[in-house]
């Protein structure tokens, strides 16, 4: 290929298609080079079986930006949301349950039958993290000022930010910090008296971390997943209709609407750069495409460390890169199955039509401290002896996704960490990690075992060499305090440029992070716009 385009972007995830439809429908001839032969990177939908349709990686949505949604015209190319309700279902080892509901009355219900005190506080939690939420949600669409390097323009936006942080007030500055720093435990621990109500809320505070309950920082993470109104009211996750791949093509389809093109199987060999400029790329397979701009929605270890040749950037730099957190602890299971698992604390009243738990996130982690000791076998490099569980049953919503009578099961396990002190991620390790998973629902849903027609595994190594995520990290980066804002990806380089004039990064290895959220690749196209202005 020898044609020439305005922009090109490193890999088709939804943050890169985010970005090439804002910058073709602002007229720029764009070009997305995707390694694999679908679009999308972790929010993907693939048929692993004949007729399942399975978000592989990525299964629920919240956090896609609503303003993405509209400008892009995603419902007009196929996007489409089921809210999920009720909201989650913990299953205890005593035969009690617990459901959280969109209905506050309800909910309230269910928390009284372990605490009283907790039902009649939990309004009030609910009222103080929409506050914290809402406060969150106003910066995710702002480009962070630069810390370092300071322009005019970067001591201008630090004011505001100050005079926005100072707009809540004196006990919002405080749970705000303390949000920013406490770990999940502790800042349940201030506000819940039951266990059973801190570890079913405190899951969100866990999944896809490099931490406990008891981990500084955690508390953040349970923040980052209670924003979102994708699906409607502030946090109120859903399942998207065929999938989540469903949202990339939406977003391809409305940028091919735009004239932009997409090149799927076209893996990017390196970065070419001249004087400290980048003005194309050169593929795998040899052919050299140039661009005035080239946008890297790749995490940013990979960006710099593997596509940027090593002479082209300073070694503080290299080095701030290399010790950017990014190795993850998580495995993906996803399920084929014939029919639908019973749970003994809420069995099923038909073998046809789902149930109330088949509706919710469905938790197996019945204590604070199965939690803490999952994690305390992750510290020490081993898969969790006891894991913990989210399952989701997509096909209870959207019947576009399997056979007439079958259902999709995914569950997201922790821990499972990247680097494992004696072993490595082979399929027999990834069969023994699956089976402890499944042996933990089985406690819970005795008929799980049954009827399982197919499942597959994906590790954190296969996160890395199939899906392009270093480490195994869904965030592209851990979301600690010190990898957020302007310090991502590093202090410095947080407005989504780089050392390297013309190239930008777009992925969630830059700000707001991670999740199906859009945001990164919003505001890249913005800077990239005012740039290409200049």
């Known amino acids: 290929m020898n044609r ?8 088709g995830g939804h943050n890169g298609l985010v970005t090439a439809g804002y910058l073709a429908r602002a007229g720029q001839k764009v070009l997305v080079l995707e390694r694999r032969s679908v679009v999308g990177g972790a929010c993907v939908t693939e048929e692993p079986w004949p007729g399942y349709k399975v978000s592989t990686l990525s299964y629920l949505c919240s956090l896609l930006q609503p303003r993405i949604i509209s400008d892009l015209k995603l419902r007009d190319f196929g996007y489409h949301i089921y809210p999920k309700d009720p909201s989650f279902f913990t299953a205890f080892p005593d035969g009690r349950h617990i459901f959280f509901w969109q209905d506050m009355h309800k909910t309230v219900s269910e928390i009284a039958k372990f605490s009283q005190r907790d039902a009649e506080h939990y309004p009030q939690y609910e009222v103080e993290l929409a506050k914290l939420a809402e406060w969150v949600e106003s910066i995710l669409l702002e480009t962070p000022p630069n810390i370092v390097r300071r322009k005019l323009g ?16 004196d006990e919002g500055l405080v749970r705000m910090v303390k949000i920013m720093t406490q770990s999940v435990r502790d800042f349940l621990d201030e506000r819940f008296e039951s266990d059973e109500i801190k570890t079913t809320l405190a899951t969100d505070g866990v999944i896809g971390t490099n931490g406990g309950p008891a981990t500084p920082g955690t508390a953040y993470i349970l923040l980052h997943h209670v924003m979102g109104g994708a699906a409607g009211p502030r946090g109120l996750w859903g399942f998207i209709r ?33 004087d400290d400029q980048a003005y194309g790329v ?3 397979n040899g052919d050299d495409i140039r661009a005035k701009v080239v946008v890297s929605n790749a995490d940013p270890k990979r960006t710099f460390l593997k596509l940027v040749e090593e002479q082209h950037l300073e070694e503080s730099f290299r080095q701030s890169l290399k010790n950017f957190r990014v190795e993850g602890c998580s495995v993906k299971i996803n399920l084929a199955l014939d029919g639908l698992p019973n749970f003994t604390a809420f069995p099923n009243t038909s073998d046809k039509e789902p149930g109330l738990p088949h509706k919710t996130t469905m938790h197996v982690c019945p204590s604070m401290d199965y939690i803490d000791r999952a994690w305390e076998d992750a510290k020490q490099g081993k898969m969790s002896a006891r894991p913990m569980l989210e399952c989701t049953i997509p096909s209870a919503y959207d019947d576009s996704i399997a056979p007439p009578g ?22 027999a390790t990834k069969d023994e990690f699956a089976n402890r998973c499944i042996n933990e629902l089985s406690a819970y849903a005795p008929n799980i075992k049954d009827i399982i027609l197919h499942q597959q595994v994906i590790s954190p190594f296969d996160m890395e060499f199939e899906y392009g995520l270093t480490g195994g990290n869904i965030f592209h980066g851990e979301m600690d305090l010190d990898q957020l804002f302007f310090m991502r990806p590093t202090a410095g380089w947080a407005d989504y440029r780089t050392p390297i004039r013309n190239l930008y990064l777009c992925g969630s290895g830059t700000h707001p992070g991670g999740g199906v959220m859009g945001a990164p690749g919003f505001n890249a196209a913005r800077e990239i716009l005012k740039d290409l202005k200049r």
């Open 282 to 284: 050169v593929l795998k």
């Open 4 to 11: 020439q385009y305005d922009v090109l972007i490193i890999g």
């Open 406 to 427: 079958k259902h999709i099961m995914c569950i997201f396990a922790q821990y499972a960490p990247y680097t494992l002190k004696d072993g490595f991620w082979d399929q």
């Open 242 to 274: 065929g999938g989540m791949g469903a949202i990339s093509q939406a977003l391809a389809r409305s940028a091919e609407s735009h004239g932009a093109e997409i090149l799927t199987d076209a893996e990017v060999d390196r970065v070419l750069i001249k």
């Open 154 to 169: 970067d001591l201008v936006s630090l004011g505001k930010f100050g005079l926005k942080s100072l707009k809540l007030g």
